[in-house]
Each structure stands twice: as structure tokens, then as C-alpha cells.
């Protein structure tokens, strides 16, 4: 009854307080005090069960876990509060059941009798009456109040007043602001709604709250930095931090257990795998509650400690078992595996650094679809790839997590070169005399960097930012600025690169549905099985990766004696080269003997791909024998399957250039000379 009570009052009223279940409990007298809890959770993104139904794999944390660990809480604190703060209905096959009723993920929310859920980006994938459907079916309160319907009222409650033991605990909730970018192709995703900044619209709902809460608590779906210009949650804290007592976010999936500007933030990164907890301290001074701000506890409860609860498991067995089936159906037949080895490097994925047949499958299917010219294509995973064998349906999701929908628009070639260095120079560092690795930038998801099919080009990481895409062609000839192609791509890029102004809404010449549909559609349509094709038509140039003990990197690399670094947020990897002289100077290499020059000339025979141009084969040839290329080869899967290496292809160039005019272009029958295995 409480749960209906205050969900029949939030429908009516905006921030209104609300009688908690234990109202009557109450230390109202000066001196009396009570502790108030708080536990959160974030970007449950359809973890609901503990299953990973793209990979087919248990995981070891998801909303079951959850369950346990407040199921646990519950029993030392009854009047708890539970917050979700945004992304749960999308991903993990979640969204093909939404017109289900309940929907599923809010049949979980409800079971575990979440107090207040705050709508998150991803919640406006889909087509709207799905959303709204969802929160009418929701027991708590929805907040999000920096989302505007056209006459100007917010569309949901932007706060919630909780009586928690006597207590006045508000929660304001926001979402992330650039929706409307995200979802330009569809409008109707969002109802053409307003979303606002913020940082601006915590000071408005915080002028809103004055004098009516005890405790005020922001739920924020949006990282400590910001995007596109906007202000993130690391700024808000500073700038609110004597309003605030304290902020749960969520949005870029990090790990966050601290305190900015003493205010105290925390965020249990994603699916599950932690839960936050606030625990305050309050004491009736003088008829009014007073937070011990000293004493306030702000920790991430690790899900991975417990074990998923068994009554909640009971309660949605038949949703795991339907997942199950949709992501077994067999579609196709794959082959041959298409990334073997998936990384180059122990944390270097391989298919970033050099053309793979996972993102050119992805381009294939989006140029064929749309009739485009030319196409881009981003890796989500980078452990996406495909295994000889039957390809289910878990293969789309697989190698294309996201449900972004087809566009197609016109550009010149001037145009296609602007969004060439945004998309893909851009996302390397900068080489480094002495760096033996090619390493990203971390200030640039993965799934920000694009691949692109249909023009050949290079990248030349030894320039600065904004000049790096060189030696662009589009069929054999030199891209002419003034050409006129037609470029594939999502709805989501479609939406950032208008936002850039680097492309109109009037360029627009198609629109597409899902991608990862149609590349299930397309493996269903083949005749013969799907075999990996890669066209090999960029590489990364001006990085020779030349050091002296360049191997011996790489050794201490596969031990584990050397990591490479990823983010602090562990969402990109290998986000710093590792370099040679400055290893010696951090006393983890030997010494450079008196012999050994520096130059790749010094170092052993690389057993390690080498990305850039120029490498040096000579000798390579000493034991000599000849392969004859078949249908569907690339010199990539040629090196991959005959040298146990797809980056030796450059060798394998070197050695027949005489009749290599162009290497993504080779043909059956040619017979090529071998470098030695």
C-alpha cells in the first residue's frame, strides 16, 4: 500500500513528501537521532538475470545479486530507500520483450520495490509509447527533471519527498542532456522534448527544494565530466556542494567512491556489479533534523561477494528462458572464425589497429543496404568476433550490441575527409620516438571510433591531431574535395555529426531500421556459409616501432610482467603506448648494451605484428615456399593462417610487389612467395 500510496501522489504532485512505511518510528524529540539508508543501482542495462546472453556466459553480478544484497540491507534497515538511476531497458535482449506486460525490467524493479527510478539515455531508444508504457507500469516514482514537454511543463517529477523515520529525503532526478543529438534520427523516440543542462537544472530544482528537506540527494544519470560542452557531475557537486548532501550517478558505467567538494558521489559502474549505499546520520536539534555531514557513509557494495537470490531467480526463470531461446536460434553458418588471434597484445585489441573482417562484415551489409558509396562501421566490443559454426542469433548482438537504425547521406569529399579525421584519426595517440606500441586516445570510447569501407586511406599517427587521414583514394583514383559520394552510417553517428556541423539534416537519403537486424537478414540470405572478408583497405602509417628491445617488451607483455594501461574507468584499453627509453628509465628493461643501436635493425626478428608501412623483409624469403590465393582471400587472413600472425601481411607485400599492385586487391590463383614462418 505504501508503494501504491506514493505512486498515485507523485502522478498527481511534484515533490510532495510521502509517509515511509515506518512514519510511525520517529526520534522527533531533541536529541533523538536515526540513521537514514540509501542504496543504489545504475545502468542495470537488462541485466536482470545473471546471464549474458550475446556471449552465452554466467556473469557474476546482475539485479538477482542485487536482490540478495537488499534483501540483506532490508533486514537491518526497513525503511530504506531504493534508487535506480537510469539505463535499465536496453541491452541483454531486454528490449524484444518491451511490449511485454509488465515489461520485464520493470516487473524486476517492482519486485525488489524500488522507491524512484531516474530515466537514463538509453531509455529513449526505442518508440515512445514503449517508454511510456513502461513508467505507467512502474510502482515508484519516475524522475527526470530536466526534460520538458512542449508547453513548457516538465515531463516527469523532477524531485521526490520522502518521510523516511521523520526525516525529509529528497531525491532530484536528471538525465543526460544530449538526447535529442543521439536520437536526431527519430524525434519521436523523445516526443520532440526539451532536455536541459544539468548543471543548470540542479540549481533551479535546488531553489525549488529550499527549506523542504532535510536531506537532499541528486540522482543524476551523467559521468563526472561532461560531453559536448556540458558541464558533468564533478562540476555540479563543486558548484552545489552546500546544498547537496550527497550525488548518485550513472551514465559512464565507472566505478566513483568519493567525495568532491565534500559532497560524497558514488556510481556502481554497470549491470549490477556494485551497489551503492549512503548511510546519514541525523540528530532532531531544536525541532529540526540535522545531518552529521562528517558522519556520512558513502561505499560501493560489490555484488561479485554474494550470491544471486534464489526467490528472485524463481520469479523470472521464464524471462531467462525465453532470452535463451531468441539468442540460440540458429540464423547461418559460419565458415571460418574471423579474428584469430582477438588481440595482438594482452590488452591490445587487434581488430582496432588494422582493418578486420568484423567491421568490413558490418560495412558490407550497410552499403548493400542502403546502396551507399561509402560507409563507416565502429567496433562496440573488442572482443566482438565470429567462430566457425553455426551463427546464431546472439552473433548480431554480439558484434553490434546497439539498436541503431541505417541512414544514408550525401557528402562531398571534402566533407568525408573532415569526418575521416573526427572518426578515426583522431582516436590514436600521437607517435613517439621510441613507442613499440599504437595506443588510443583516452579521451575517445571505442565506440567513437569509426572504420571505414569503400575509400582506402591512411593514417599517419606521427602528425598532429586533425591532419592525420592521408592517401585517401576512392576506386583507385585520389578523393576529389568537390566529389559527391553517399555515406552509411548509424542513427547515433548521424546524430553527433550534425551536432558537429560537419553534416545537414538535408543531407539525408535514407533511413534505414536496425543494423544489427540486417545483419542477421544477411546471414540468413546467403546461399553458402559466411566466410570472414577483409579488404585491407587502411593501415596506420608513421609509427616504425623501431626500439632495439622491442621483443623483449612484447615477452615481458605476454608474462604479465608488463601491463598495457587501459582507462581509470577500464572502458578503453590500452590508452598509452609503451616506449622503450622510458621503461629503462623506470628501471623495467635491462640496459641497452654498448652493441645495440636502437634502431629495428638491433632487435631480434619481430615475433610481433608491426602496424606500420616500410617493414623490412629482406632475408625474410631464406626458406622460401609459395601459397596460391583461394576465393575470399585477404594477405591478412593469407599471414594469419600460413604465419600464425595477420599483421605479417606487410611481408608478405614486400616480398611480391611485382605483381601486388595494390594490396586489397588480390586475386585467385596468384601465386605469392612466402616469408619464412
Not at 546482475?62 to 534483501?71: F, G, K, R
Not at 533534523?289 to 556520512?296: D, E, G, H, K, R
Request: proline letters at 5%; glycine letters at 8%.
Amino acid at each position: 500500500m505504501v508503494k501504491l500510496f506514493r505512486k498515485l501522489v507523485a502522478a498527481v504532485l511534484t515533490g510532495v513528501m510521502v509517509l515511509g512505511a515506518s512514519a510511525d518510528v520517529l526520534a522527533s524529540e531533541p536529541g533523538g537521532k536515526v540513521t537514514v539508508t540509501v542504496l543504489q543501482t545504475s545502468d542495470l542495462h537488462g541485466m536482470v538475470n545473471p546471464f549474458d546472453y550475446a556471449s552465452n556466459a554466467q556473469t557474476q553480478s546482475s539485479l538477482a545479486h542485487v536482490a540478495t544484497i537488499v534483501e540483506n540491507e532490508r533486514k537491518t534497515d526497513p525503511d530504506l530507500l531504493l534508487i535506480d538511476t537510469g539505463d535499465s531497458l536496453q541491452a541483454n535482449y531486454i528490449q524484444e520483450f518491451r511490449n511485454d506486460v509488465p515489461h520485464p525490467m520493470i516487473a524486476a524493479l517492482n519486485y525488489l520495490q524500488y522507491d524512484a527510478w531516474v530515466l537514463g539515455n538509453h531509455e529513449f531508444n526505442f518508440e515512445f509509447s514503449s517508454l511510456e508504457k513502461a513508467i505507467s507500469e512502474f510502482d515508484g516514482v519516475t524522475l527526470a527533471g530536466n526534460i520538458y514537454k512542449a508547453d513548457g511543463s516538465r515531463y516527469q517529477s523532477a524531485y521526490q519527498i520522502f518521510d523516511v523515520k521523520g526525516v525529509k529525503v529528497a531525491i532530484f532526478g536528471i538525465d543526460a542532456p544530449h538526447i535529442p543529438q543521439w536520437e536526431k534520427s527519430d524525434p519521436t523516440h523523445y516526443n520532440n522534448m526539451k532536455f536541459t543542462d544539468p548543471i543548470d537544472e540542479t540549481g533551479k530544482i535546488l531553489n525549488e527544494l529550499e527549506g523542504k528537506a532535510d536531506i537532499v540527494i541528486g540522482a543524476i544519470h551523467y559521468g563526472l565530466e561532461g560531453e559536448y560542452g556540458s558541464a558533468g557531475v564533478e562540476s555540479i557537486a563543486t558548484k552545489y556542494a552546500d546544498r547537496l548532501d550527497a550525488l548518485l550517478i550513472g551514465h559512464a558505467h565507472a566505478t566513483v567512491e568519493e567525495a568532491i567538494a565534500g559532497v560524497p558521489v558514488l556510481e556502481p559502474a554497470n549491470n549490477g556489479q556494485y551497489v551503492g549505499k549512503l548511510v546519514f546520520e541525523v540528530e532532531n536539534k531544536d525541532g529540526k533534523w540535522v545531518v552529521n555531514n562528517a558522519a556520512t557513509k558513502a561505499t560501493l557494495l560489490d555484488t561479485s561477494t554474494v550470491t544471486p537470490n534464489a526467490a528472485f531467480l524463481a520469479a523470472f526463470k521464464d524471462l531467462d528462458t525465453k532470452s535463451r531461446n531468441l539468442a540460440g536460434k540458429k540464423v547461418g553458418e559460419v565458415g571460418k572464425t574471423f579474428m584469430d588471434p582477438v588481440e595482438i597484445l594482452p590488452g591490445i585489441p587487434a581488430a582496432i589497429v588494422q582493418d578486420n573482417p568484423i567491421t568490413d562484415l558490418v560495412n558490407i551489409v550497410q552499403m548493400k543496404e542502403s546502396g551507399a558509396d561509402v560507409s563507416l562501421a565502429a567496433l562496440f566490443d573488442a572482443s566482438s568476433n565470429l567462430t566457425a559454426g553455426p551463427f546464431l542469433h546472439r552473433d548480431s548482438v554480439k558484434i553490434y550490441k546497439y539498436d541503431n537504425t541505417l541512414f544514408a547521406v550525401k557528402v562531398t569529399g571534402a566533407q568525408l575527409k573532415k569526418i575521416m579525421e573526427q572518426q578515426a584519426g583522431n582516436f590514436f595517440n600521437q607517435y613517439q620516438p621510441g613507442d613499440v606500441t599504437i595506443s588510443f586516445n583516452p579521451d575517445i570510447r571505442m565506440y567513437n571510433y569509426d572504420m571505414f569501407a569503400g575509400v582506402n586511406y591512411e593514417i599517419d599517427i606521427s602528425k598532429p591531431e586533425g591532419s592525420r587521414i592521408v592517401n585517401v583514394t576512392y576506386q583507385g583514383e585520389p578523393l576529389r574535395d568537390d566529389q559527391s559520394l553517399v555515406l552509411a552510417l548509424n542513427n547515433y553517428r548521424y546524430g553527433g555529426l550534425v551536432s558537429a556541423g560537419l553534416i545537414q539534416e538535408s543531407d539525408v537519403v535514407y533511413e534505414g531500421g536496425a543494423v544489427r537486424d540486417m545483419i542477421t537478414e544477411y546471414v540468413a540470405g546467403l546461399s553458402e556459409p559466411l566466410m570472414p572478408v577483409c579488404d585491407n583497405n587502411w593501415k596506420i602509417i608513421g609509427a616504425p616501432l623501431d626500439d632495439a628491445q622491442k621483443d623483449l617488451i612484447y615477452e615481458k607483455v605476454r608474462s604479465g610482467e608488463i601491463q598495457i594501461p587501459a582507462s581509470e574507468d577500464g572502458r578503453t584499453p590500452n590508452v598509452a603506448s609503451l616506449n622503450g627509453p622510458a621503461l629503462r628509465a623506470e628501471g623495467k628493461l635491462p640496459a641497452l648494451d654498448t652493441n645495440e643501436s636502437g634502431s629495428a635493425t638491433a632487435s631480434k626478428p619481430d615475433t610481433q605484428p608491426d602496424v606500420s608501412t616500410g617493414s623490412d623483409s629482406a632475408g625474410a624469403a631464406s626458406s622460401a615456399k609459395n601459397y596460391t590465393v583461394k576465393t575470399n582471400d585477404c594477405l591478412w587472413n593469407i599471414a594469419q593462417s600460413q604465419l600464425g600472425d595477420g599483421f605479417r601481411w606487410v611481408e608478405i607485400y614486400e616480398l611480391n610487389k611485382a605483381q601486388i599492385i595494390d594490396p586489397n586487391l588480390i586475386e585467385t590463383g596468384q601465386v605469392f612467395i612466402m616469408p619464412a614462418a
